[in-house]
């Protein structure tokens, strides 16, 4: 299982969109690490990677649960954080979303395995200094 290190935002943003390339067009990606870790900041590189939207059109979708990037609704990014019990997740129609052709990043999906598909790519963001992380990139499926 690959590991990066990457020393600021930028260069974890670059990593994004280098994954973004080894990506299937139907993928669910789970994003793994405590607030601030760099989840959303994963997320932005592997949108640009993909093609469909610029990191500064990207934010944090924890208001909103799910943001949708691209015209064809080729990626999804959705953040489960606000969200305790597994009925209030299952309301969200996730199912369908991750049936799509497209790729699906979820942050804080770890906590509602069950909900999860099982062939998934997860990337877990560690902090191990201020502006250094480390990632690990695993494949199950
Ligand atoms: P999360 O979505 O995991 O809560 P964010 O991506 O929103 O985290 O925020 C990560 C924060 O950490 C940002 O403020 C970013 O500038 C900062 N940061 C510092 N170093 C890094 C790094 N190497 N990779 C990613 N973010 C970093
Ligand atoms: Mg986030």
């Not at 870790?37 to 924890?62: D, F, N, Q």
């Amino acid at each position: 299982m690959p590991t990066y290190r990457t020393a600021s935002e930028e260069a974890t943003i670059r990593l994004g969109e280098e994954l973004a390339k080894a990506l299937p067009r139907k993928r669910a990606v789970l994003l793994i690490g405590n607030l601030g870790a760099g989840k959303t900041t994963m997320a932005k590189g592997i949108v640009r990677g993909l093609g469909v939207s610029e990191p500064e059109e990207v934010s944090s979708p924890t208001f909103t649960l799910i943001h949708e990037y691209g015209s064809e609704g080729r990626v999804y990014h959705i953040d489960l954080y606000r969200l305790d019990e597994p009925r209030q997740v299952a309301t969200l129609g996730l199912d369908e979303i991750f049936d799509r052709e497209a790729v699906v990043l979820v942050e804080w999906g770890e906590r509602f395995p069950r909900l999860m598909p099982a062939e998934r790519t997860e990337i877990r963001i560690r902090i191990t200094g201020n502006d250094e992380r480390e990632i690990e990139v695993t494949e199950h499926s």
